[in-house]
């Protein structure tokens, strides 16, 4: 190796194509390097292609399945039910009372109050059912958690989404969903 001086003063290497091996100058050791850099990360690949390290355990659900067959789901939707029949029961019997008014200014104040009843026992309605849901939801995913957890798996995404592939944990789930 010489030491050259360019225009602006400062010293540096220049190989002799001769003493390089390869003869392009004096990038042996950096070629020599990035070649070992790559083979190696060439093996890591295909070994963790080949065995199960880099492999991540995925399942799915049918979440279909999952609120369908759940019996909390079932309930909310009968105590729904039941309460939205209440409330129709109610809204005939005011609207037999709001009908039989004669005067008409009392008729208007029926109507205003019953309107204002009714639209506020219906957002009641909806609160309680919407809350419900709410927490019926939250229970299904901690479940979803609690078998993922227990049986390895790293991601959990719906079958609606899958195409091909996954290990399919629904009937685990809705063994478990109270």
Not at 8 to 14: F, N, P, Q
Not at 121 to 135: F, H, I, R
């Given at each position: ?7 602006l ?9 001769n ?6 100058g004096?990038?042996?050791?950096k ?13 890591g ?8 390290c880099?492999s991540?355990?995925?399942a799915?659900?049918?979440l279909?399945?999952?609120?369908s ?6 309930n909310?939707k009968?105590n729904?039910y ?5 409330l ?22 029926l109507?205003?109050k019953y309107n204002?009843?009714?639209a ?36 959990v ?11 399919d ?10």
């Amino acid at each position: 190796m010489r030491k050259e001086k360019n225009s602006l003063d400062e010293t540096k290497a220049v190989c002799d194509n001769n003493s390089c091996c390869c003869g392009k100058g004096c990038c042996c050791k950096k070629c020599a390097v990035l070649i070992v850099a790559v083979v190696a990360f060439v093996i890591g690949v295909a070994v963790c292609a080949l065995s199960d390290c880099c492999s991540e355990k995925i399942a799915v659900v049918n979440l279909n399945n999952v609120v369908s067959q759940s019996p909390l789901v079932s309930n909310l939707k009968q105590n729904y039910y039941a309460k939205t029949a209440e409330l129709s029961n109610w809204l005939q019997t005011v609207q037999k009372e709001v009908d039989n008014e004669q005067d008409k200014t009392k008729k208007e104040e029926l109507l205003k109050k019953y309107n204002t009843e009714f639209a506020d026992k219906k957002a009641q309605l909806n609160n309680d059912y919407n809350s419900e849901l709410k927490n019926i939801d939250k229970n299904i995913s901690g479940v979803i958690a609690e078998v993922a957890k227990k049986k390895g798996y790293k991601m959990v995404i719906t079958n609606t989404n899958v195409v091909y592939g996954g290990d399919d944990i629904t009937e685990d789930v809705v063994a478990l969903v109270k």
